[in-house]
Structure formats: C-alpha cells, structure tokens
C-alpha cells in the first residue's frame, strides 16, 4: 500500500529565508503522481504544486519548486523567500495507479514564519 | 479560490441524528471526491463519483453514503452520527477521475461537530 511520511510536525523559518519541508513516499509503482497542499487555519486546502513520477524536471510555480529526488523516493518541498502568509499547514499526498483515485496524504507540518 | 463550493460551512447536531453535506464541483469537473480530516485520523479519502456514478470508495463507513447527481453536484449523508464523526469534511473535484498526474480541488470544507 502506498506511504507518504512526513517526519517533520512544526518548523519555524525566519521570514525572507527558504525552508524545505520533507516528505518521503512508498509505493510500488512506476507511475504516480505527488502533490503539495497547502492549509491554512481558517481550513481550506489549497493545492500548490505537483511533481509526476516521469517529469525529469523539478516542479516549480513562484516561490514554490519541488525537491524531487526519485531513487530516495522523496518530494520535499522548498518555499523560497517566506513570507508571514506561508504560516500553515503543509500536505504532501500521492496519488498512484495502485491506489485508483485516492489522493493519501501525509501527517502534515506545521509551518510557522516569525517576523 | 479553487471553484469548489460546500455547504454549509459549519453544521452543529446531535448523536444519533442524520445531516446531508452538499458540494458543487468546478466547472467542467466529472469527478468528486470526499475526504473526512479529523485530528486522530488525518486525512482519509472516503468515496470518488465520476460523472453520476460511484468510482472508489475508501474509508467509508456504513452509516454513511453519498451520491452524484446528473448536474454533476454531491452530497454525503451521514446518519446515526456519533461523537466521532467530528471533523472537517472535504469535497474535491478534477476534471475525469483516472490519470495519476490529475490535480483534485478541494473545496472550503464543511466542519461538522456532533454533541
């Protein structure tokens, strides 16, 4: 079954500093799909970036590009220049032909930027 | 604003009582998705529609059921509600329902609280 682990609950990053937030996954396949969602406290998720499994590429959209490193099989994300309205919650998910339509998630981290 | 609308957005009830969670995909959007974000158990993917008829199903208990109707809206029912089905309900949306690479929308959610 397919894992996405996300080892870091909380993280603090100064603002106008880049932060990476980690995320590993496991899965069997050769073709999925990785996903970051972003959640803040007023509690709508709001999907930031995706990376496919055959995308040579690194994803990017603004100040947000994906980490994707395949063999280690994991998808961090990277915020460049934090900004106070990054504070949120972070969602890394998956989505696989194994799991059919599902998107499984990870626990999530916690991201705060102090001033 | 990701085009997916909920209602209502807070619901307060009572144990054993039955509520109806409404969700309008965005324009264009076959399939929807609902997922239960609860603090014990995350995120979990309970069922996926695609254009009128049942796709997936996941974590879904029996209590509950859902339906997509022919303009394309959902609803999940939940009946005989207990305390733990306190949660945040989400609705997601993405334009067919198969490949791995496809983005889903989440809608602002319904937070549903049971006393």
């Known amino acids: 079954a397919q894992k996405i682990t996300q080892t870091q609950p909380g993280m603090f990053v100064q603002e106008k500093e880049a932060v990476t937030l980690d995320c590993t996954y496991d899965?069997?396949?050769?073709?999925?799909?990785l996903f970051w969602y972003k959640q803040p406290s007023s509690g709508e998720m709001i999907f930031l970036i995706y990376q496919g499994s055959y995308d040579e590429q690194n994803a990017t959209e603004g100040r947000y590009s994906l980490n994707f490193q395949k063999a280690r099989k994991s998808a961090n994300l990277v915020i460049s220049a934090s900004q106070l309205g990054d504070s949120a919650m972070y969602f890394c998910?998956?989505?696989?032909?194994?799991?059919?339509?599902?998107?499984?998630f990870g626990s999530g981290t916690q991201l705060t930027v102090l001033p | 604003d990701s085009g997916v609308t909920q209602t209502p957005k807070h619901l307060i009830t009572a144990t054993g009582q039955r509520v109806t969670l409404r969700c309008s995909p965005r324009?264009?959007?076959?399939?929807v998705y609902w997922y239960q974000q609860s603090l014990d158990q995350g995120l979990q993917f309970l069922i996926q529609?695609?254009?009128?008829?049942?796709?997936a199903k996941g974590n879904i208990l029996e209590r509950f059921s859902a339906q997509q109707f022919p303009d394309l809206h959902s609803e999940l029912n939940l009946s005989s509600l207990e305390l733990g089905d306190s949660a945040l309900y989400f609705c997601?949306?993405?334009?067919?329902?198969?490949?791995?690479?496809?983005?889903?929308?989440f809608g602002p959610g319904t937070r549903l609280l049971v006393l």
């Open positions: 529609y695609y254009n009128g008829e049942e796709r």
């Open positions: 324009s264009g959007d076959l399939s």
């Open positions: 997601a949306s993405s334009v067919g329902g198969g490949p791995v690479q496809e983005t889903q929308y």
């Open positions: 899965t069997s396949d050769q073709s999925y799909g």
């Open positions: 998910a998956m989505r696989d032909t194994g799991s059919a339509r599902q998107l499984t």
